[in-house]
């Protein structure tokens, strides 16, 4: 089955860099994008970015970029975003998805979402 | 970047009545929307994706329609489980932004 597998939560300072993976099983892993999401406490979804494996080819939104580093390796089909110069507002829950269009519409797997907590 | 209005914020409904939930963009995003159910602590669940294709396992009370700019998610007979928050994606550009969400709050 399809499985979507992110690292555990993270506390960090303002200023410092975060990483998180996303190890996927269960799929062909070049075959579809795997978009990220935040959500911060009591507030909704903010799609951050997408990254497509087969190629390394990457979307950033505009609030994050220049922040923000979305990175794939073939051989363990993992994704990875950094966020670097962490400021209290990037204080959230963390997700990766994967989901496809067309013919591929309904498939649609995500993440167990990662804490990160950004604190002095 | 595509703004997605979603209303209302909250809606109060009993078990057994029908919820209609809006999302409305600021520019044509043909079909390409996506509705979402979201349980506290939980990963967002997809329900319906190209406005009207109900995914996997989700129960028939479910569906959705619209084009264009205006979108609706109607759950025919609210049953415990449906008591959620529920977001609208749109996936025709990047950003693929959500709609602020809908909260459904048991009456």
């Known amino acids: 089955q399809v499985r979507l597998e992110q690292s555990g939560a993270e506390v960090k300072k303002p200023g410092a860099s975060v990483k998180v993976s996303c190890k996927t099983s269960?799929?062909?892993?070049?075959?579809?994008?795997v978009h990220w999401m935040r959500q911060a406490p009591g507030q909704g979804l903010e799609w951050m970015g997408v990254i497509n494996p087969a190629d390394g080819g990457t979307t950033y939104t505009q609030k994050i970029q220049g922040r923000v580093t979305m990175t794939s390796e073939t051989s363990t089909s993992t994704v990875y975003m950094e966020l670097n110069s962490l400021r209290s507002d990037d204080t959230a829950v963390y997700y990766c998805?994967?989901?496809?269009?067309?013919?591929?519409?309904?498939?649609?797997?995500w993440g167990q979402g990662t804490v990160v907590t950004v604190s002095s | 970047e595509i703004v997605l209005t979603q209303s209302p914020a909250t809606l109060s409904l009993s078990p057994g009545a029908r919820a209609t939930l809006l999302c409305r963009a600021s520019q044509s995003v043909s079909t390409y929307l996506a509705w979402y159910q979201q349980k506290r602590g939980q990963a967002p669940r997809l329900l319906i994706n190209?406005?009207?294709s109900r995914a996997t396992g989700i129960p028939g009370r479910f569906s959705g329609s619209g084009s264009g700019t205006d979108f609706t998610l109607t759950i025919s007979s609210l049953e415990a489980e449906d008591f959620a928050v529920y977001y609208c994606q749109q996936r025709s550009n990047w950003p693929y932004t959500f709609g602020q969400g809908t909260k459904l709050e048991i009456k």
């Open positions: 190209d406005a009207s």
């Open positions: 998805a994967t989901y496809g269009s067309g013919t591929y519409a309904l498939f649609d797997y």
């Open positions: 269960g799929y062909t892993f070049r075959r579809f994008y």
